[in-house]
């Protein structure tokens, strides 16, 4: 049951995205370029359990689809799936239509709905979508078990939520724009323009204006980025503490961050052996905390959660790796060469014998098993384990 001020704050988010439809990315008339892992069902379930799927038949809920942008890339990079769109503003699910429509993204259904009433779409899925939307609702905590309930056994739901240490600047500057506006909030036009009057007026040395042109002013050139960074009425910023709050809310398993490598204690105090030693006593979630505290930067979090039983491949039996299937990671860019943008679009370079087992890879679309490349190629298990660690190939298990 919603509140009267649960209703209140879900109309407010609708008329800023109705006034600025979000993201702003242009539509056109064919598929988007480039990918995302994270959206893309073999990639993220490999990350999720260390082999690709069973099949690619699957059902993908975007959830809080806004202008349709992550919609029309899970659409045309799943195109065995069948893609369903959900988001609370009617102007901005318009500019979803249209976008989806133009591209030829056509294995999709649109609803004018809230998280909140996400029941009312039939079934479950494989894999839910939500980003950058539970800390826009009045209960994110309401939000997250409602969408837990339509993840299927075996299934994903892919979360990004706002990080408040990283935002500290940006919550300022919410807060004064909210202080000027005085009984004009809710004018999101005039909110827009009050910010850019703010920033024009500040000292160029002045700690939100620096941070402001460090992180965001490519983007914030933009009224629809500077009003859902500046001006929205509903923001929740989390914690490692009170994000697992609400993921164990959710009553699924925590999978993992899908940026691993920021979630490293040894590159920020491995430098320190004792102390290193020392942080391991803590539990997993104190670690994170602590590398978030030494490590400040971090504006959101971006994980997966599953419902079980999601099976996990541990690949350190030499004769289950060499019985598996490998293929390349379709989501590289600069392929073929030994330097070229991992699927994190990070550049990297690959030695003589990872770019021949590479190429074996590619050319074999995932009709050779470990041992083949064992074979063809002057690699060893550790080179491939090593490959597949860094998602620069994917392993399908000999059942």
Same mark, same amino acid.
């Not at 993220?44 to 809080?64: H, K, M, N, W």
């Not at 739901?157 to 909030?185: K, N, P, T």
């Not at 709050?245 to 004792?274: M, T």
């Given at each position: 049951?919603?509140?009267?001020?649960?209703?209140?704050?879900?109309?407010?988010?609708?008329?800023?995205?109705?006034?600025?439809?979000?993201?702003?990315?242009?539509?056109?008339?064919?598929?988007?370029?480039?990918?995302?892992?994270?959206?893309?069902?073999?990639?993220?379930?490999?990350?999720?359990?260390?082999?690709?799927?069973?099949?690619?038949?699957?059902?993908?809920?975007?959830?809080?689809?806004?202008?349709?942008?992550?919609?029309?890339?899970?659409?045309?990079?799943?195109?065995?799936?069948?893609?369903?769109?959900?988001?609370?503003?009617?102007?901005?699910?318009?500019?979803?239509?249209?976008?989806?429509?133009?591209?030829?993204?056509?294995?999709?259904?649109?609803?004018?709905?809230?998280?909140?009433?996400?029941?009312?779409?039939?079934?479950?899925?494989?894999?839910?979508?939500?980003?950058?939307?539970?800390?826009?609702?009045?209960?994110?905590?309401?939000?997250?078990?409602?969408?837990?309930?339509?993840?299927?056994?075996?299934?994903?739901?892919?979360?990004?939520?706002?990080?408040?240490?990283?935002?500290?600047?940006?919550?300022?500057?919410?807060?004064?724009?909210?202080?000027?506006?005085?009984?004009? *909030?809710?004018?999101?036009?005039?909110?827009? !323009?009050?910010? =850019?009057? @703010?920033?024009?007026?500040? #000292? &160029?040395?002045?700690?939100?204006?620096?941070?402001?042109?460090?992180?965001?002013?490519?983007?914030?050139?933009?009224?629809?980025?500077?009003?859902?960074?500046?001006?929205?009425?509903?923001?929740?910023?989390?914690?490692?503490?009170?994000?697992?709050?609400?993921?164990?809310?959710?009553?699924?398993?925590?999978?993992?961050?899908?940026?691993?490598?920021?979630?490293?204690?040894?590159?920020?105090?491995?430098?320190?052996?004792?102390?290193?030693? *020392?942080?391991?006593?803590?539990?997993?979630? !104190?670690?994170? =905390?602590? @590398?978030?505290?030494?490590? #400040? &930067?971090?504006?959101?979090?971006?994980?997966?959660?599953?419902?079980?039983?999601?099976?996990?491949?541990?690949?350190?039996?030499?004769?289950?790796?060499?019985?598996?299937?490998?293929?390349?990671?379709?989501?590289?860019?600069?392929?073929?060469?030994?330097?070229?943008?991992?699927?994190?679009?990070?550049?990297?370079?690959?030695?003589?014998?990872?770019?021949?087992?590479?190429?074996?890879?590619?050319?074999?679309?995932?009709?050779?098993?470990?041992?083949?490349?064992?074979?063809?190629?002057?690699?060893?298990?550790?080179?491939?384990?090593?490959?597949?660690?860094?998602?620069?190939?994917?392993?399908?298990?000999?059942?």
């Amino acid at each position: 049951m919603t509140s009267e001020n649960e209703a209140s704050v879900s109309a407010a988010v609708a008329k800023l995205y109705d006034t600025y439809p979000f993201p702003p990315e242009p539509l056109i008339d064919e598929p988007p370029p480039g990918y995302n892992w994270r959206w893309y069902w073999p990639t993220a379930y490999s990350f999720c359990t260390g082999r690709l799927p069973a099949t690619e038949q699957v059902r993908i809920l975007d959830a809080g689809c806004g202008s349709g942008v992550g919609t029309e890339y899970l659409v045309h990079l799943n195109p065995e799936a069948q893609v369903t769109g959900i988001d609370l503003s009617a102007g901005t699910l318009a500019v979803a239509r249209e976008r989806c429509q133009r591209s030829g993204a056509d294995r999709v259904s649109f609803h004018n709905l809230s998280i909140y009433d996400v029941d009312q779409i039939e079934g479950q899925f494989d894999l839910i979508n939500c980003v950058g939307v539970l800390h826009h609702m009045p209960d994110p905590i309401r939000g997250i078990q409602a969408l837990a309930q339509k993840v299927a056994p075996g299934g994903l739901l892919h979360i990004f939520v706002y990080a408040a240490l990283g935002r500290w600047e940006i919550s300022l500057m919410q807060q004064a724009i909210s202080m000027v506006q005085g009984d004009r *909030r809710g004018d999101y036009r005039d909110g827009v !323009a009050v910010g =850019r009057q @703010i920033f024009d007026a500040l #000292p &160029e040395n002045n700690r939100i204006v620096k941070r402001d042109k460090e992180r965001w002013a490519l983007e914030n050139h933009q009224d629809e980025c500077f009003a859902d960074m500046y001006v929205h009425p509903q923001e929740v910023d989390y914690t490692i503490d009170t994000l697992f709050e609400l993921i164990d809310a959710s009553g699924l398993e925590f999978v993992g961050f899908s940026n691993p490598q920021y979630w490293s204690l040894e590159r920020l105090i491995g430098k320190a052996p004792d102390v290193m030693e *020392r942080a391991k006593t803590l539990n997993q979630r !104190a670690q994170y =905390r602590l @590398i978030e505290l030494l490590d #400040p &930067e971090l504006t959101h979090y971006e994980f997966f959660l599953a419902r079980p039983p999601l099976p996990q491949i541990d690949w350190a039996n030499d004769q289950k790796l060499l019985a598996a299937k490998s293929s390349l990671n379709p989501c590289l860019s600069g392929w073929p060469s030994q330097s070229f943008f991992n699927p994190d679009y990070q550049l990297v370079t690959v030695t003589d014998n990872e770019y021949q087992c590479l190429k074996a890879c590619d050319a074999s679309s995932g009709h050779h098993t470990v041992a083949d490349l064992l074979t063809d190629t002057a690699i060893d298990l550790t080179t491939v384990r090593s490959l597949q660690k860094r998602q620069l190939i994917l392993l399908t298990p000999d059942e």
